[in-house]
């Protein structure tokens, strides 16, 4: 065993020290071996030599330390002792980092992925961890699991839930930061998830728990996420969990309307786009053949005016779009803009011609009074041609719905294609 492994090999025993100081020193040699050796302790590793000790064994220590070091600080009542410790964290995320970073510039892993994974549960299992290092043990595993393709084909499906469980059901108050830091890490766990297991069973009860996060979401990228996370619920579980789908999206997809802006990046536009036309499709399934049953599910009385806020929305993006304030060539606006030339039919289709008809009329109101199919198509080509410069968004969304008002869903998605492309 080369001379640096047996330093090491002495430190992993100090690191399981309980004594603060003694782990202290022995977590700050360490960073410095891991940095001034690092070449000779990455060839080595790429060799067949036998150590007393393997790098699973060392990454545990550190980690342990870690937990240590977090349980200490939370003790501790004296706010100066308290600070020296703190003043110590970065040398434990130095470490935990470093060791990382040796695994990833491995060919042959010199941590497994079991001992990883471990590592975060039992940091995202013990509330002082996250408290004090809640961004490192997510690190741990976006870094540490997700950075390598290897680890991720690995991971069984009761692995993936069990991430998802700690994430989701984890709550630091009034940390904002690392709330939105693990929104980030479900969004990027569920999409790895749904690549390579079957998850939609272990992920159906966390649906309501986009609502926290929609509400707080006050800049774009914290809005991007909440976005993307709802449009992995509805694109994967609205058929085979319809009915509970559909309960919890009445109650979101209101709070997603006060998210959106007309900032967000085309990208995002589009799956926001996409997010509420499987929305409606989930309520309304056969609305392509101009049926508007849904299936077994309770309407709440604010759905329409959740629709209306939708139409708001539309509003707002035909203006913006007609005034020449978006940029032309803006990466991702041709696909951005079919789909919302799609969201925007469906939404209107069902306003004017569902919502409106359900909607009492006074029964001292003439006959001759009640609106017309035609008197609906009057409206929606007012609605797109209110003035003499034809936009191809109005103009598809005006044939599309024409269409749809006689029933020829066929021909409208012809239509739309047409005129959007």
Avoid at 101 to 128: P, Q, R
Avoid at 166 to 182: A, K, S, V, Y
Avoid at 294 to 312: A, C, G, H, R, V
Wanted: aromatic share 8%.
């Amino acid at each position: 065993m080369s001379s640096q492994m047996q330093q090491i090999a002495t430190l992993c025993a100090e690191l399981r020290s309980d004594k603060p100081p003694t782990r202290n020193k022995a977590a700050e040699r360490l960073e410095t071996i891991l940095v001034s050796s690092k070449d000779e302790l990455i060839q080595r590793a790429r060799g067949k030599h036998t150590e007393d000790i393997t790098w699973n064994e060392v990454f545990s220590s550190v980690v342990d330390a870690v937990l240590k070091h977090a349980a200490k600080v939370v003790e501790l009542k004296d706010q100066k002792s308290i600070q020296a410790l703190l003043n110590k964290n970065h040398v434990y995320r130095s470490v935990i980092n470093k060791l990382i970073d040796y695994n990833l510039e491995n060919s042959n892993n010199i941590l497994t992925k079991s001992a990883i994974y471990h590592a975060f549960c039992n940091g995202f299992g013990t509330t002082s961890a996250v408290k004090i290092f809640g961004s490192l043990f997510i690190q741990i595993l976006e870094r540490g699991i997700y950075k390598c393709p290897l680890y991720v084909r690995e991971l069984k499906v009761d692995e993936y839930s069990n991430i998802l469980s700690n994430l989701f059901e984890l709550t630091i108050p009034g940390d904002e930061i690392l709330q939105f830091e693990i929104l980030s890490c479900i969004v990027k766990t569920i999409e790895l998830a749904v690549q390579y297991v079957h998850i939609q069973d272990e992920i159906i009860d966390y649906l309501p728990e986009i609502l926290p996060f929609a509400r707080r979401a006050n800049d774009d990228r914290k809005k991007t996420d909440v976005i993307k996370l709802y449009y992995f619920f509805i694109s994967q579980l609205s058929i085979d969990y319809h009915h509970t789908v559909c309960e919890s999206l009445q109650d979101i997809v209101p709070v997603l309307c006060d998210v959106y802006n007309l900032k967000l990046k085309a990208e995002v536009k589009e799956i926001y786009y996409l997010s509420m036309y499987s929305s409606i499709h989930a309520i309304y399934p056969h609305i392509n053949t101009g049926n508007f049953k849904t299936m077994q599910i309770s309407l709440k009385e604010s759905w329409p005016k959740t629709l209306n806020k939708l139409k708001s929305i539309i509003d707002l993006e035909i203006r913006e779009r007609k005034m020449g304030l978006q940029r032309p060539n803006q990466p991702g606006l041709e696909n951005c803009m079919d789909h919302f030339v799609e969201m925007a039919s469906v939404v209107v289709y069902v306003l004017f011609w569902h919502i409106d008809d359900k909607t009492d009329i006074p029964t001292n109101e003439p006959v001759s009074k009640i609106a017309k199919v035609s008197d609906r198509l009057d409206t929606v080509l007012r609605l797109v041609q209110h003035d003499k410069t034809f936009n191809e968004i109005c103009s598809a969304m005006g044939r599309f719905l024409a269409l749809k008002a006689v029933k020829e869903p066929a021909s409208a998605t012809q239509e739309v294609k047409q005129f959007s492309g």
